[in-house]
């Protein structure tokens, strides 16, 4: 290369590759870090462990510079910069604690105050605000505007049913109004007037529409957004937090249990990038009442066809659980029980089950629902929900998936107004033309379906195949309506959907069955509520039975029918793992003590099992079982906890 | 030094204000000589070579601004910033006046050099009359083939939208000026990307002033080199100065740059009002700081202003006299900037209203030493960390008065009324 | 449909004037102030239907700008600076000339309707002749108390100026 000659970029045929690793080495508070390109000063000290205040930075969001608390010194600037929307060059040498700094934060914290109603002894958001954090680590110690000069707007505003906007203690971070701009484009919530009139509010001041209302007062950084359900119920330093999952739907949004009081006081968002992506729908998180419900089945009990009800203990129940099972077993064989759990069970118990039906009992009627799944593989579970965003083209059939997991549509606006994609949304029985629309040169495509769906989705997929990639993600239903179909709780595929011969029932049949009388014993493992979707079968099938056992967390018809009735657990109550729709095996963990003092359903299985003469099963605590689950099905093995199982797709020819 | 008149020459001539006017005064020569004469990257050139720097404040060099432009991404925008507001300043609403064709002119000859086929006048919204002129102006010259397609015959197409704001003076601000004329809230974007890069649209956009736009025909016609003698060094050609306050004469002149400031108020608005002595002046418009006397000796040159510690800026120019209170100017300045903070950014949003209350306690003669402390410290908080150049300038005024006046200041704590005001009305009794 | 035929479709050219058809949010709003006098929220869901907007978008501009009315208003607008150039030449006696004569305070409307006046901070760009106000967006300059009365009075009972017919002829220097 000739001296002189500017450097060559890319490393060009004769040229010197550049020392260019992708990173560049900058100095925050005299210490040094190289970090990639593209880095924000906010988050190349965040790295360092050093901490800039934000209010109007949002990790979710594009910056807007507008609250200037996070203004840093950078030698040769000649103002201070916003660390939240500066990124990183060569050689940059940035303070984030000199006087300049700290003399400024003080001032921007006194404006923030000037028209703030400092009512935070009344503050919902009181312990766990920004505005208190930070005024009490970076602020003055004095105010000195005078209390009767601020600016008053509306102090308790009703946005709707689920919010409550505080007009006054808003700071104009602009983050309400740019989630509902940049996460959900429906823009409720805008800025109006303007200068120190400005306030946030809705058009006309309606009311929100929005399903994902309830995120609000997360992203307000003050508490000028709140949760009504939520108003003046606690502090949050008495809060116990669980982490845990949302149990509403099979998205399998991360979340935290807030709880006190043996209550749970609110559903927090608790961020997965990978899943929910921080967001919560309104049906997940002001889900909470029917979690702190008392109407439950506490004790075990016995309910014999002749003779009087009692209540006993587990053992004794169990024990005439397996009393009756045998007796049905010798009398009428194996074919004459059914075995049914539901998608609210976690991975641990639905695994027992399965063993317990196909193992111990030597049943093939199993399942975990009423409808059955004609031809089901592991091709229409293959797509995950990050990869949504890197399709090229995703097609939504009907709008069930989107009612079904509410959180799809926030990944679905992301992948379209933040990356570019295209998605189209078809009904669910796509007129041919529609389809015949859909060729193009897409590389990767993605097909998303309720289960109501899954064969005309199956057909879109064949029409795009040959293309390119294309996967498949099905909204399952129930939280852990996945987990049910990996671990084989179908009556035509044992776990990991290898085809089961000969085939059993499946729910709706096995009901049919029982009812007509043909079926003469059924196991069924709660919550029952979606078998409620049979009615009259339902009640006559378990009336009609010999032997119903049941282990259940609510009363119901079903539980009042059984011969044997165990109390269940419910969800935030036990430890264990679920499924999401895309196969990421997720924790759940206690979140409040058991509303019964009976043992948990992975006991009781075991218990059930060995009493039926099963052996070599693992102990009955849900950490054992997890193990044994993950030791017969490599997948699970591999998915560890917070990972994705993956099966083997077969690929049509 | 003053015989210099280039875009008010022929003002007062009967109907410059329409086409056939403007053409009789030698109007539209340089939209006809252009094409011949330049490409548009040499015309950029020859703007560069001029020395022309921009006359809506700010005074970056206009020809350095439209070479920013990135090389073949289209399409491009140029945008005249007609939203004069700044206190003080009147002059572009002057021009547009008495010669909107001057304008339309320039906006065709700037359009030639950055390439832009559709150019935006945003005008603010309390000029009506002028927009309506405009409107006028440009249907005039669009049926005379001055725009539209292939304007005469040059292969270039231009069409010009006159763009009525609606009352905000934050829509001045180039950014800000971009969204609204987008359909938004006036607010300034964040820098970077420069509006050279993502401007309108999202696309490569040069903002400039009514004036710098004005000025162009006269550099097409007579060449970069002619502009650049005429002047000082740093300073080239004419601006237009519009003076007001205690004044005999106020109005807009036109000044050769480099003409000492006591020519223009002397000689152009006929010195101080009878019995009026100067006290101080604010050049360049309600953001900029103010000079005493002894600053009108200064020369009209952008640097050697800034070196006094003030500005040119817009070509404003208001003179005061010993009536005048420096705390009661002050006051009305931020109370201005109050009013027309957007909003968006926490120290100038609070910090103007923080000001306008204590301003308006000193003022009235009721705050105390430590409120008048607290105001100079909030200007300090406020100033280089707004998030544009809005709420750093309503500090700035306020500060080089408390330096200059500071006894006046002073005066007013604990006085129960303004000093000033109390002193002119005894002598007037 | 609570617009005119003639505003809708004035509306409609502007959207078609501009790149995009936001950028015709503001003349949109222009239109309808000069039918209706005001922006109400009916006229805010229109507009916003027009160019493909959600109202709240609409009322977000609507209410950034000072220009429009999203109050009914008197049947003229008066407008006075004080801004500094004025101040220096008397706005303030201006102002209190106003207040006595018209009997209302500053933002107020008179009680015959005639007027809304209001003594604004923002400069009107009228240095040159303060101190100065403008009635209905035309410049009225180097005002006394007795040319306020005759401006007053010539205006009152009459119709607001048409601005199609108000183009101000050159002024001043």
């Known amino acids: 290369m000739a001296s002189g000659a500017p450097p060559v970029k890319g490393g060009s045929a004769g040229g010197v590759p550049p020392q260019d690793d992708g990173r560049v080495g900058v100095t925050i508070d005299g210490r040094q870090v190289r970090v990639p390109k593209g880095t924000l000063v906010l988050d190349a000290a965040a790295g360092l462990g050093i901490h800039i205040p934000i209010y109007c930075s949002h990790p979710k969001m594009e910056p807007v510079a507008v609250c200037r608390m996070c203004l840093v010194t950078i030698e040769k600037f000649p103002k201070p910069q916003p660390a939240c929307a500066t990124y990183v060059s060569e050689g940059m040498v940035v303070s984030t604690g000199d006087a300049d700094v700290v003399k400024l934060r003080e001032g921007m914290l006194e404006f923030l105050l000037v028209n703030h109603p400092l009512d935070c002894p009344v503050c919902d958001r009181g312990g766990e605000c920004d505005l208190q954090d930070f005024t009490f680590r970076y602020g003055p110690s004095i105010s000195r505007f005078p209390i009767t000069e601020k600016v008053h707007f509306n102090k308790a505003l009703p946005l709707s049913e689920h919010i409550e906007l505080d007009q006054e203690r808003c700071i104009l971070c602009w983050r309400c109004v740019r989630y509902y701009d940049e996460i959900t484009g429906e823009k409720e919530i805008v800025l109006q007037q303007r200068g120190v009139q400005t306030l946030v509010g809705t058009f006309n001041e309606q009311p929100l529409q929005s399903r994902f209302q309830g995120n609000l007062p997360e992203v307000c950084p003050v508490g000028a957004l709140t949760h009504r359900e939520y108003r003046f119920v606690a502090r949050p330093w008495e809060l116990q937090r669980t982490a845990g999952v949302c149990p509403e739907c099979s998205y399998g949004c991360n979340l935290n249990i807030d709880a006190r009081d043996f209550e749970i006081k609110r559903f927090a968002s608790r961020d997965n990038p990978l899943v929910e992506d921080m967001w919560l729908c309104d049906r997940g998180r002001y889900s909470v009442p029917r979690w702190n419900s008392t109407e439950r089945v506490r004790r075990a009990a016995l309910h014999p066809r002749h003779g009087e009800a009692r209540d006993v203990a587990t053992g004794e129940a169990i024990a005439q659980a397996a009393t009756e099972l045998r007796h049905v077993i010798e009398e009428s064989g194996p074919a004459s029980v059914g075995v049914i759990g539901s998608a609210a069970n976690t991975n641990e118990e639905l695994f027992l089950l399965e063993r317990l039906a196909r193992n111990v009992i030597g049943t093939a009627n199993i399942d975990h629902q009423l409808s059955t799944f004609a031809g089901i593989s592991a091709a229409e579970h293959e797509l995950g929900i990050a990869e949504i965003e890197e399709c090229d083209l995703i097609v939504v059939l009907g709008p069930e998936p989107e009612n079904e997991a509410p959180v799809l549509t926030l990944r679905l606006f992301k992948a379209e107004h933040k990356r570019g994609r295209t998605v189209r949304r078809l009904r669910p029985d796509p007129h041919p033309a529609e389809v015949a629309s859909l060729r193009g040169d897409a590389g990767f495509v993605g097909i998303i379906a309720d289960e109501s769906n899954r064969e005309r989705a199956a057909q879109v997929a064949a029409h795009l195949a040959g293309r390119g990639t294309v996967k498949r993600l099905t909204v399952t239903r129930g939280v852990n309506g996945r987990g049910a179909k990996d671990l084989g709780l179908l009556p035509n595929v044992l776990p990991g959907y290898v085809a089961a011969r000969p085939a059993g029932a499946g729910g709706a049949d096995i009901l049919e069955a029982a009812a007509r009388g043909e079926i003469k014993a059924l196991v069924l493992l709660g919550p029952s509520s979606a078998l409620q979707a049979a009615g009259d079968v339902l009640v006559r099938a378990v009336s009609r039975a010999a032997s119903v056992v049941v282990i259940d967390t609510v009363p119901s018809e079903v539980t009042a029918h059984a011969t044997v009735l165990i109390p269940g657990h419910a969800i935030v109550e036990k430890i264990g793992s679920v499924t999401n729709l895309e196969g990421r095996v997720q924790r759940v963990r206690p979140a409040l003590p058991p509303a019964t003092q009976t043992p948990a359903e992975t006991r009781v299985l075991t218990a059930l099992a060995a009493e039926l003469g099963a052996a070599d099963w693992p102990g009955g605590d849900p950490v054992s079982v997890n193990r044994a689950l993950r030791a017969a099905l490599p997948a699970y093995a591999a998915a560890g906890n917070g990972g994705r199982a993956l099966w083997r797709v077969q690929v049509p020819a | 030094m003053a015989e210099y008149r280039l875009l008010t020459k022929d003002f007062g001539t009967e109907g410059l204000q329409t086409l056939k006017g403007y053409e009789r005064a030698g109007g539209y020569q340089a939209l006809r000589t252009v094409f011949g004469k330049f490409t548009p990257a040499s015309l950029v050139d020859e703007v560069k070579t001029s020395g022309l720097r921009g006359r809506g404040g700010a005074g970056f060099p206009t020809g350095t601004k439209w070479s920013f432009l990135p090389q073949g991404v289209m399409p491009r925008y140029l945008c005249c910033n007609a939203d004069e507001s700044e206190p003080g300043c009147f002059k572009d609403r002057y021009l547009m006046d008495n010669s909107p064709h001057q304008l339309i002119e320039g906006v065709l000859l700037g359009s030639y050099a950055v390439q832009s086929n559709i150019s935006f006048i945003y005008i603010r919204g309390e000029y009506r009359d002028q927009r309506l002129l405009l409107e006028r102006a440009v249907e005039e010259a669009r049926a005379a083939g001055y725009i539209g397609k292939n304007i005469l015959k040059s292969g270039f197409d231009c069409d010009i939208i006159v763009h009525g704001g609606a009352g905000a003076y934050i829509c001045g601000e180039e950014t800000a000026l971009l969204d609204s004329l987008e359909g938004y809230r006036g607010q300034p974007r964040l820098k970077p990307p420069f509006p050279a890069v993502k401007g309108l649209y999202g696309k490569p956009t040069v903002v400039n002033n009514v004036e710098t736009l004005s000025t162009l025909p006269h550099i097409v016609l007579r060449g970069g080199e002619w502009f650049k003698s005429i002047g000082v060094e740093g300073s080239t050609g004419t601006r237009v100065f519009c003076c007001s306050g205690h004044i005999n004469r106020p109005g807009s002149y036109e000044m050769q740059l480099g003409t000492p400031i006591r020519e223009l108020l002397d000689e152009e608005c006929g010195g101080m009002l009878p019995g009026s002595e100067l006290k101080a002046f604010q050049p360049g418009g309600g953001s900029m700081q103010v000079l005493l006397p002894q600053h009108v000796d200064l020369p009209l040159d952008m640097n050697a202003v800034q070196k006094a510690g003030s500005s040119l800026g817009a070509g404003a120019m208001v003179f005061m006299d010993q009536t005048a209170c420096l705390v009661d100017y002050s006051m009305r300045l931020v109370d201005f900037y109050e009013h027309e903070s957007c909003g968006k950014c926490v120290p100038c949003r609070e910090g103007t209203y923080f000001q306008s209350q204590l301003m308006h306690k000193l003022e009235s003669g009721l705050a105390t030493a430590a409120e008048l402390a607290t105001l100079t410290d909030i200007c300090s908080n406020m100033d280089g960390r707004c998030f544009c150049p809005l709420g750093d300038t309503a500090t700035w005024f306020v500060m080089s008065a408390y330096k200059y006046f500071r006894d006046e200041f002073e005066s007013h704590c604990g006085a129960g009324e303004c000093p000033v005001k109390a002193r002119t009305r005894a002598q007037a009794a | ?173």
Not at chain 3, 95 to 103: K, N, S, Y
């Open chain 3, 1 to 173: 449909m609570s617009l005119a035929a003639a505003t809708r479709t004035e509306i409609k050219r502007a959207r078609g004037r501009y790149p995009s058809a936001r950028s015709a949010v503001l003349p949109a709003l222009w239109a309808v102030q000069h039918e209706l006098g005001e922006i109400t929220p009916d006229a805010m869901t229109e507009v916003a239907a027009l160019l493909d907007l959600t109202a709240s978008e609409v009322e977000a501009v609507a209410t950034f700008y000072s220009m429009y009315f999203l109050h009914p208003r008197g049947r003229h607008e008066v407008l006075v600076c004080t801004n500094v150039s004025c101040a220096l030449r008397g706005a303030d006696d201006i102002v209190a000339h106003l207040e006595r004569t018209l009997g209302c305070p500053s933002g107020g409307t008179t009680a015959d309707g005639e007027f809304t006046w209001a003594s604004t901070v923002e400069c009107l760009g009228a240095c040159g002749g303060a101190p100065a106000m403008q009635l209905d967006h035309g410049f009225q300059e180097n005002l006394t108390p007795a040319r306020v009365d005759d401006i007053l009075a010539s205006a009152r009972g009459a119709a607001p100026k048409q601005p199609e017919r108000g183009a101000g002829a050159p002024r001043g220097r």
